[in-house]
Structure formats: C-alpha cells, structure tokens
C-alpha cells in the first residue's frame, strides 16, 4: 500500500480557490475508482502558507495514462496551473506489519 501527496504550492491568497478545485479534481478520480483523498490545507495555522495538500492511497502504483483522466480533470487542472508556484507529487510506501515482518522487524 502506497500515501500518494500532491503539493500544491498556490499563489498569496489563493489556497481556498485552489482546494476546491483540488477536491473536485479527487472527486472526479474518485468516481474511476481511486481511493477517497483528502484535501487539506495550513492556511491560517503556523506553518507553511499557501499551500494546499490531496492526499489519498493506492494498492500499487501505475502510470496515470492521459485515456484513464477525466475530461473533468484535464479543465479544472489548467484553471488550477493558473494559480500555483508548484505542483509536486510525492510518494511514500505505508509500514505495515506484514512488510515489517518480512524484513525481521515484527
């Protein structure tokens, strides 16, 4: 099981514009079957600012190939690109304890 993390480091002043386009862009690939994501954000906490996370898991990981993204996706992401600085995406691999014990550690 993989975390999955896109960071979107916005523009001053635009992460709540940009959440909502980020959780539109996860509920789309949420109706394709992908995990349920969360979208969070900093804003107003100490902390890092102007940014806005969607993070979610996946069994594996695969190419996201341009037939499997909804058209959805494709307009809300080029309105986002509009308003970010970055936009990065991050992998981690979930500890378990069957991968603990797998490598004599459980």
Not at 27 to 51: C, I, S
Request: aromatic share 8%; hydrophobic share 35%; charged share 25%.
């Amino acid at each position: 099981m993989y975390v999955i993390r896109r960071v979107a480091r916005t523009q001053p002043g635009k992460e709540w514009v940009v959440a909502g386009l980020l959780t539109k862009i996860c509920n789309a690939y949420e109706a394709n079957g992908r995990h349920k994501a969360q979208v969070y954000t900093g804003r107003g906490l100490p902390g890092d600012q102007n940014v806005v996370y969607a993070e979610w898991t996946q069994d594996s990981i695969e190419p996201n190939r341009l037939p499997n993204v909804p058209k959805s996706v494709l307009t809300d992401n080029a309105e986002m690109q509009k308003l970010l600085t970055s936009y990065d995406l991050e992998f981690y691999e979930l500890v378990t304890p069957d991968k603990l014990s797998e490598r004599g550690l459980g």
